[in-house]
């Protein structure tokens, strides 16, 4: 009789820590890929001083503290302005002139993070004269990135690359009349926010929220199981409108969800698909 290599002691923590996080907190990061999970909480566990998983998970559950910083390490911002600029080039040339045929528009963002693709978007609707009658939905589930999203300031050192990359997608000005600098920091004009709602909400337990014509979800779902994949691709399906529009990022698909014949794309090498 032979037996099956067990799951090592780690792993078995890691499991623990998931569940009593989803039990305590509610926020469920149960279909989360493991490799990727597993390397943030073992950063995490050494940042904060623990030992072990076990003791992480034992200052999580008695100090709500604890748990908001762990929750900084699960949900790691890494996100840039007009990021993969080729996408950024065909939504302006393939999608903007048919959103532009619609009185108003709804965009989701979903897992906006720290926000730098929320101003991204906004900077890309106003250069094609839509920004004052969308509204864009800026959710993502840390309360600390919702806040820095909300300011709209980033370090000043970032705008160099930033600069490049709006430039690189099609950007019609210079990128500098969209921030002020001071203290080594650029602030972004409140005009690009002022129709932005941005919100706590989960891909994994929150439901639809908004019928949109718009939905950019990208670098999210690569830290998903296949099982919260699909959950999140049906969030997104039901609430896009008859033939609206859906991003992902340069490493994420739709081929073989139960919902890719749902979609055709638009430019599939960008990412850009359309509802049918």
Known sequence: ??????????????????????????????????????????????EMGCETISQLQSRVLHEPAAFAELLQFMTIPVTEMFRDPSYYAALREHVM?????????????????????VYSLAILLKEEGLLERSIIYATDINPQSLEKAKKGVFPLENMRGYTENYQASGGRRAFSEYYTAAYNAARFDRSLC???????????????????????????????????????????????????????????????SVYGPRFEPVVKRERLFRKL
């Open 194 to 256: 002022e129709n932005v709602t941005f919100a706590d909400h989960s891909l994994a337990t929150d439901a639809v929220f908004a019928e949109t014509q718009f939905i950019s979800c990208r670098n999210v779902m690569i830290y998903f199981k296949k099982q919260l994949q699909e959950r999140a691709l049906g969030l997104f399906h039901d609430s896009l409108c008859h033939r609206g529009f859906l991003g992902l990022g340069s490493k994420e698909s739709i081929d073989f």
């Open 1 to 46: 009789m032979t037996h099956k290599p067990g799951h090592s002691s780690t792993d078995i923590e890691l499991r623990m820590l998931v569940e009593a996080i989803y039990l305590k907190y509610s926020y469920d990061f149960r279909e989360y890929t493991a490799a990727s999970q597993k390397r943030r909480v073992l950063h995490a566990m050494r």
């Open 97 to 117: 002139p048919v959103l532009s045929t619609y009185p108003s528009l709804k965009i989701w963002v979903a897992g906006c993070s720290t926000g730098e693709e």
